[in-house]
T-cell receptor, first 115, second 112 residues
Framework: AQSVTQPDIHITVSEGASLELRCNYS??????LFWYVQSPGQGLQLLLKYFSGDTLVQGIKGFEAEFKRSQSSFNLRKPSVHWSDAAEYFC?????????????FGTGTRLQVTL | KAGVTQTPRYLIKTRGQQVTLSCSPI?????VSWYQQTPGQGLQFLFE???????NKGNFPGRFSGRQFSNSRSEMNVSTLELGDSALYLC???????????FGPGTRLTVL
């Protein structure tokens, strides 16, 4: 069964500092990986996704993520955080069967940005 | 193109009642999935519908059910509500053959 681990429950960074959110997955085949962001009381917004090809993927709002098969990781990064990035971030893995059957989510990392 | 819409946004019910939540997918999307989000359990998959058929189901009791209409709109129903059903219910839609899911704003259900 697929699973996702986000080891950091809560991270605090200063505005302008760099950010890295960790995500480790467990999946028997090539995973389809996603990062979503959720602001309080809102739904999930897709930041970026990885299916295949270039292991460094660019997303919206200046985010990027790198797929590392050897480490089973898909960490999210941003070179300079803005106060508006404060939110909860979820990593997810899909089955990659071509049918959007199910996403398995990590427990999320809450990002706090200090001014 | 309009995003996924969910109605109502907020709902308060009492134990034992039943509730129906509605989801309208992005135009052209025929797959609709439902998720439950709670502080304790996180995001959990409920079920997925495609072309009016349930294609996948999560590990939830039979009190949770859903359906999809010919226009791809979907509803989920929870009967005999329990306090533990209080959650944010998220709907997501996707194109046929694609794994990327796009989420609506959710319905916040509170059971008293």
């Amino acid at each position: 069964a697929q699973s996702v681990t986000q080891p950091d429950i809560h991270i605090t960074v200063s505005e302008g500092a760099s950010l890295e959110l960790r995500c480790n997955y467990s999946y028997g085949a090539t995973p389809y990986l996603f990062w979503y962001v959720q602001s309080p009381g809102q739904g999930l917004q897709l930041l970026l996704k990885y299916f295949s090809g270039d292991t460094l993927v660019q997303g919206i709002k200046g985010f990027e993520a790198e797929f590392k098969r050897s480490q089973s990781s898909f960490n999210l990064r941003k070179p300079s955080v803005h106060w508006s990035d404060a939110a909860e971030y979820f990593c997810a893995v899909g089955r990659g069967t071509g049918t959007a059957s199910k996403l398995t989510f990590g427990t999320g990392t809450r990002l706090q940005v200090t001014l | 193109k309009a995003g996924v819409t969910q109605t109502p946004r907020y709902l308060i019910k009492t134990r034992g009642q039943q509730v129906t939540l509605s989801c309208s997918p992005i135009s052209g999307h025929r797959s609709v999935s439902w998720y439950q989000q709670t502080p304790g359990q996180g995001l959990q998959f409920l079920f997925e519908y495609f072309s009016e058929t349930q294609r996948n189901k999560g590990n939830f009791p039979g009190r949770f059910s859903g359906r999809q209409f010919s226009n791809s709109r979907s509803e989920m129903n929870v009967s005999t509500l329990e306090l533990g059903d209080s959650a944010l219910y998220l709907c997501a839609s996707s194109l046929e053959g694609e794994d990327t899911q796009y989420f609506g704003p959710g319905t916040r259900l509170t059971v008293l």
